[in-house]
């Protein structure tokens, strides 16, 4: 699948959200891999379009006002523009981490990339978006799906984590000078969740055992899925973590 071992990790910024129970800021996120094959992997997608010109109206459309309010967003946090920043312009592969709003939203961009997704997610008749509204369709492609541990190359792995959505999925990653880095996305979405029972979850149960299993692995860096405290810490694009 990827030849090349990873030679860097960008986090992409997608913009800031702030949820009402709390409440607490969130960064809305993905992430680009790099490998010495000259091969770049892009991991979900941001927000869908209509929230980059007018997030509240968007956010009225579909209901996701009930659930918190978009604080920073623009054109400049489209999947396109973070990829520009970081000098990419031709993508290998799309991992899709699960099928809510702020990770599908941008899928257009990637007309003919291969698109990797857990099978729960793609076996839906749409993306799960945001509560009962789903307007988006999944584009036609080819998809990759799984529903196990996945080695998908030298130093790179994909986690099969359900609980937070049916097919989550999180990544290992193994960089030269930075050592290995879980890529938890939303199987943990802040640090305190394993402590707070997952409690907005699909499968709260579930959720916790897979967010224990992710903990429990070798790593030197856990980045979380929206992490109010850690997005203060990390860099964003087009500066790679060191």
Not at 37 to 54: C, F, H, R, W
Not at 98 to 112: C, L, R, S, T, W
Not at 118 to 129: A, H, Q
Request: net charge negative.
């Amino acid at each position: 699948m990827i030849k090349g071992r990873p030679t860097s990790l960008t986090i992409l910024n997608f913009g800031q959200f702030m949820v009402h129970s709390g409440p607490r800021i969130i960064q809305l996120m993905g992430a680009l891999i790099k490998t010495d094959q000259d091969e770049a992997i892009v991991v979900d997608t941001g927000m869908p379009a209509k929230y980059l010109s007018n997030p509240a109206e968007a956010g009225r459309e579909d209901g996701l006002d009930s659930f918190g309010e978009v604080l920073q967003i623009g054109p400049e946090n489209s999947v396109e523009q973070q990829l520009a920043q970081c000098g990419v312009s031709q993508v290998k592969l799309l991992i899709l981490t699960h099928g809510h709003i702020d990770h599908v939203g941008g899928i257009d961009a990637f007309k003919g990339v291969p698109i990797m997704m857990g099978k729960p997610e793609r076996d839906m008749p749409r993306p799960s978006y945001f509560g009962d509204t789903q307007p988006m369709e999944w584009p036609k492609g080819q998809y990759l799906t799984v529903e196990q541990d996945t080695g998908l190359g030298p130093d790179l792995d994909l986690f099969f984590t359900p609980g937070h959505a049916p097919g989550q999925l999180a990544l290992g990653v193994t960089l030269a000078g930075v050592g290995r880095v879980i890529w938890a996305s939303d199987a943990i979405s802040r640090e305190s969740e394993p402590d707070e029972g997952f409690t907005d979850a699909w499968d709260p149960e579930l959720a916790l055992h897979h967010a224990k299993r992710l903990l429990d692995m070798p790593h030197d860096h856990l980045i979380y899925g929206h992490d109010p405290d850690q997005r203060l810490q990390i860099p964003f694009a087009p500066i790679p973590i060191t």
